[in-house]
């Protein structure tokens, strides 16, 4: 269907619903206050000021009533252009509108649209009538700090949706449902795979017992296909000097991002929110040869970022996270070969995952940004005109996005669409001509001349929380046999009977290595076939009197009603299949 930021009217239906939205607020809770109102991908939002008022569902519906009462009403909506001191004038008991007006350029056109008794600062445009708005919903609401600055005032945000008719709201409404079933967030409550508790940390999630079996499986398999590519996996403190950080930049260019530093014994130390100093220090531990160089240094690294709490977001967006990092440390001639292995590698794990829908970006410094970036226009140039020219050379479409780089150098991003939200960066690789220069690295090439490598940084999975994240909303917790937490939930049909039967068979499976649950508990058959499905078990055998008197096994896999009888050879060929190719 019509995405709204894609269609002129939509957009404009939508800025002109946020404004009944806030009409609507105005009439119920007279004192409100409103900050901005934007059209969004998802609608629209107010940021509205209550007082000691926070909303509720109940408020929604509330509001949405007296919303189609306005509507009903049909009042004409009239744009009026006022000077600088009018506005100031008109909103004077205003602080969020004054504090817009007095961020105007000279020379800005300050303009006003009412409706009935409802005047708000705006810019346009808007449709011609509120009775042109009627079909639409409030969709939830949330917390948002004045201008996003956390030492601001926390605002509420109301989100909304208006479409044109009621069968494309209904789709629409249709698939936030779709979401929200999605979300990783639901999910991971539902089938008991992580937690989070305020007294633990905002943004400090726990993975539970199947939470950890997922994550340790991810970890295992990322770190197989590296061996096979010569990594060589280390391990390295969550913590780090201050100094450190000075002396990669990262103090002065990413500090702001960084949890306060800790005293201890006259020295000050922080959370690492990246790995790349950490390795820096392991390859300048020895010296090292041309003939030495790639060398491949890989992480399974906890990392932390001091993220708004707005910004948080389950285990996609947390403070603390851990990265599938890597630094490959190379010389000029072997820059283009390791870039394409570290491309390669990515499409080889997408592939397995089957991740279709995602784009390649060339993040690029902004040259006028001289606070976020290196100060070297030089290696600049140098670093950005190289990765476009791999780029190229490989036959890779992307796109170039400037004021995405790293601030030591540019990066290939790429950017997933996930079944939920907006698209965001699951891997990438980054060219560094900067950090290798800070520390001093250097090598012997052929002519016995010390040399500074490049370092490519690049990441996979991007950090293993993010990507599971991203592969628990893509298969809404139906995960594939060789990541499910239970692989093969056992249920006897009568304990009585058949429960020594179904543990000669638990017993076989464990010790061919699969995660089993037996299911002996003292209820109903059709209740635990019931919750096996609920937990989104690959597969559910079902052991009878019939099972019992053939030897044999019955089972049911998930998402599927028929139920297969096979032996236990042919039904540990089949296991043996899927695990190996990843289906």
Request: aromatic content about 10%; proline content about 4%.
């Amino acid at each position: 269907m019509k995405r709204i930021l894609d269609d002129e009217r939509l957009s404009m239906m939508n800025h002109s619903c946020a404004h009944l939205m806030a009409q609507a607020v105005k009439h119920l809770y007279p004192n409100a206050l409103f900050w901005v109102g934007p059209v969004v991908e998802e609608g629209f939002y107010y940021d509205i000021d209550l007082g000691d008022v926070t909303i509720t569902d109940e408020d929604l519906e509330k509001i949405e009533k007296e919303m189609k009462k306005i509507s009903k009403d049909g009042k004409r909506i009239y744009r009026e252009e006022i000077t600088r001191e009018e506005a100031l004038e008109r909103f004077k008991n205003d602080p969020y509108k004054i504090d817009l007006i007095e961020r105007f350029e000279d020379g800005t056109v300050i303009s006003c649209y009412t409706q009935g008794d409802f005047t708000d600062l705006c810019r346009g445009p808007h449709v011609d009538s509120v009775k042109e708005l009627k079909y639409f919903k409030l969709t939830k609401f949330s917390g948002a700090y004045w201008k996003g600055d956390a030492n601001n005032k926390m605002l509420q945000r109301i989100y909304g949706v208006c479409y044109e008719n009621e069968e494309d709201l209904n789709e629409y409404l249709g698939e936030l449902e779709e979401a929200k079933e999605r979300d990783h967030r639901k999910i991971g409550k539902d089938l008991g795979i992580f937690m989070s508790d305020d007294l633990v940390g905002k943004g400090l999630p726990m993975y539970l017992p199947k939470g950890y079996i997922i994550w340790e499986e991810l970890e295992n398999y990322i770190k197989q296909k590296e061996r096979k590519l010569g990594y060589q996996h280390v391990m390295t403190p969550c913590v780090g000097n201050v100094e450190l950080y000075k002396t990669s930049g990262h103090w002065d260019h990413y500090k702001e991002n960084m949890f306060p530093a800790m005293e201890v014994e006259g020295e000050s130390f922080v959370l690492r929110p990246m790995n790349c100093p950490h390795h820096m220090m392991i390859y300048a531990n020895s010296l090292h040869s041309y003939k030495d160089l790639p060398i491949r240094i890989g992480e399974i690294a906890h990392d932390f970022r001091y993220e708004a709490s707005g910004a948080l977001k389950g285990i996609e967006r947390g403070r603390h996270f851990c990265q599938n990092d890597a630094h490959l440390f190379v010389t000029p001639e072997q820059m283009k070969d390791e870039f394409k292995r570290v491309v390669d590698l990515i499409f080889d794990v997408y592939k397995d995952f089957n991740i279709t829908d995602y784009r390649c970006v060339l993040s690029l410094r902004d040259p006028e940004d001289k606070k976020k970036y290196h100060p070297d226009d030089e290696m600049w140039e140098k670093a950005e005109n190289g990765l476009r020219t791999v780029l190229n050379e490989l036959g890779i479409e992307y796109t170039e996005e400037i004021g995405e780089a790293a601030f030591y150098g540019p990066k290939l991003d790429v950017n997933v669409k996930p079944a939920v939200g907006n698209e965001y960066t699951l891997s990438t690789c980054q060219l560094d001509f900067c950090l290798p220069a800070k520390f001093d690295l250097k090598y012997i090439d052929k002519d016995g001349e010390k040399k500074t490598p490049i370092v490519l940084h690049r990441a996979i999975l991007g950090s293993l929380d993010r990507f599971m994240a991203y592969i628990l909303e893509e298969t809404k917790g139906a995960l594939p046999l060789w990541l499910s937490p239970v692989q093969i939930n056992i249920i006897p049909v009568n304990n009585e009977y058949h429960l020594e039967y179904a543990k000669g068979i638990y017993n076989k499976l464990v010790e061919a290595g699969y995660r089993v649950n037996l299911d002996d508990r003292n209820e109903k058959l059709g209740y635990k076939i019931r919750e096996s499905i609920v937990n989104k078990n690959p597969y559910t055998l079902i052991l009878g009197q019939k099972e019992v008197d053939a030897n044999n096994i019955s089972y049911r896999m998930y998402s599927e009603e028929e139920t297969h009888t096979v032996s236990m050879d042919e039904f540990s060929k089949e296991l043996n299949n899927r695990m190996r190719t990843r289906k």
